[in-house]
């Protein structure tokens, strides 16, 4: 059986930098107004770990639950308590979320839960960020910035999926009935960030640290 070392990969969140750090969105946020039909805060420097295995074995599902307590979630779903959730990302895959600083020692009891079982765990907590979108405006600035249909009846809270956003590709997350997710590569960020102040200019953009 291999055995596998296990690092912190990521430093302390004083001396890390988010995705959107450059965009400096922690001085913008004492310039938004109250009556913005939408509001941006980046959920920055969590972590997020990569899990793949056979969402069908019960054993599987077992240790998983027994790690984090929650249940692998259905295609394009996700399911969450508290900070934590966890993300179908495809056939034997899931995006787990945690709090930050928090997923060196969950990947570590993910790995002992899951010991002697075919399984996968990757911290990918540098290469990706989430937006965080709230307010009575986002689904018209969902409509104006991708093609797939985020109408209430095929997309409800809950609901998770990838597709393409403007010009790039990212995973709109629906996490409460006024607050949708971005799940947005490094690369991608500063891009979005652009994009969505001007998809936003009609409706109006606050910013929440």
Known sequence: MTAFNVYKQRPDAGQAESPLFHAGLDGLARKGKSSAGVTLREKKLLGHLVLRGDGHDPAFSGAVHKAIGLELPVALTLVASG???LQWLGPEEWLLIVPSGSEFEVEQKLRASLAGQHHQVVNVSGGQTIVELSGPKVRELLMKSSSYDVHPSNFPVGKAVGT????????????????WELLVRRSFADYIWLWLQDASAEYGLAIKA
């Open 83 to 85: 900070e934590i959730s």
């Open 164 to 179: 393409v956003f403007a010009k790039s590709q990212l995973v709109i997350r629906h996490t409460a009935e006024d607050t």
